[in-house]
């Protein structure tokens, strides 16, 4: 009933910028927390940035000074403004939110999109 589909990776060389998008749709009530994890080849998803509804964000140690988070609660979107790409970057980039849906009812659950590849290389 909620969906999330991410936009924006690619390949881009070391020292570039790419940004990412994330759309939710369906039986949105409201959202609370919207996030970007990644996942690299042979390694654990792990955290890049969070922001909640009030706009305050989050950052893993990695992502600090170089990516920003944002979001546009009128379109149920999150972006992430990822400059000085560096190769470790290389992963497989996921948006989540925290979503209230309404349905006949109204309850909370965690979405995922799909994914979006992200490749850092010369």
């Known amino acids: 009933q909620v969906q999330l589909v991410e936009s924006g990776g690619g390949l881009v060389q070391p020292g570039g910028s790419l940004r990412l998008s994330c759309a939710a749709s369906g039986s949105i009530f409201s959202i609370n927390a919207m996030g970007w994890y990644r996942q690299a080849l042979g390694k654990e998803r792990e955290l890049v940035a969070t922001?909640?509804?009030?706009?305050?964000?989050n950052y893993a140690d990695s992502a600090k000074g170089r990516f920003t988070i944002s979001r546009d609660n009128a379109k149920n979107t999150v972006y992430l403004q990822m400059n000085s790409l560096k190769p470790e970057d290389t992963a497989v980039y996921y948006c989540?939110?925290?979503?209230?849906?309404?349905?006949?009812?109204?309850?909370?659950?965690?979405?995922w999109g799909q994914g979006t590849q992200v490749t850092v290389s010369s």
């Open positions: 989540n939110a925290d979503v209230v849906v309404r349905t006949t009812t109204f309850y909370t659950g965690r979405y």
């Open positions: 922001i909640i509804s009030d706009g305050s964000p």
